[in-house]
């Protein structure tokens, strides 16, 4: 069963500000190491910080949960490239999408029960 769906569009210069500004301490506030460590093996990681910064808003908002913490997501790609999401203390389902242009990063997620 769909527990609900969430869209999110950021703009990647708002994240590179934000790293630009506050450094480690913006990152390690909103993204796990993990998530970090796959944006910095990229040459340029901003869209990568900004594509996991959309998918963790798409799944708040499908979830309708304010007690989920930013660190309670986990965003991953599996060995095959595509998104995967883990949420701590949590049992959904959640089929994820992210992509980038230049300039911007969009995230769709769909959460289910695992029923």
């Not at 969430?6 to 500000?17: A, T």
């Not at 908002?61 to 997501?73: F, T």
């Not at 998104?83 to 769909?110: D, M, N, Q, T």
Request: hydrophobic fraction near 40%.
């Amino acid at each position: 069963m769909i527990i609900g769906s969430g869209i999110d569009i950021i703009e990647i210069e708002r994240i590179r500000s934000a790293v630009k500004t506050w450094g480690d301490r913006f990152l390690t506030r909103v993204l796990n190491p993990k998530e970090i460590a796959y944006a910095k093996s990229h040459t340029v990681p901003y869209q990568h910080y900004a594509g996991r910064f959309a998918a963790k808003e798409a799944i708040y908002k499908a979830l309708g949960n304010k007690k989920i913490s930013w660190k309670d997501i986990t965003v991953i790609n599996n060995p095959e490239g595509k998104p995967e999401c883990h949420i701590k203390g949590l049992k959904h389902r959640v089929h994820l999408s992210i992509s980038h242009s230049k300039f911007y990063a969009v995230a769709s997620a769909v959460v289910e029960t695992k029923d």
